[in-house]
């Protein structure tokens, strides 16, 4: 059985914003790697072509 995945999605078309607030089990460093670095990024956002 899967997990429901939780975050909030809200899209501010007067400012031009779209804002994603999710909680993770892991240290902040490593969370921001995993969403800034392009070789950490591919493997969990994209693991396969």
Known sequence: MKKAI????T???DNNQIKVER???APLD????AW????????WW???P
């Open 6 to 9: 939780l975050f909030n999605f």
């Open 30 to 33: 490593l969370v921001w790697a």
């Open 46 to 48: 994209a693991p396969k």
């Open 23 to 25: 909680s993770f089990n």
């Open 36 to 43: 800034t670095q392009a070789d950490i990024l591919d493997q």
């Open 11 to 13: 899209v501010d078309k």
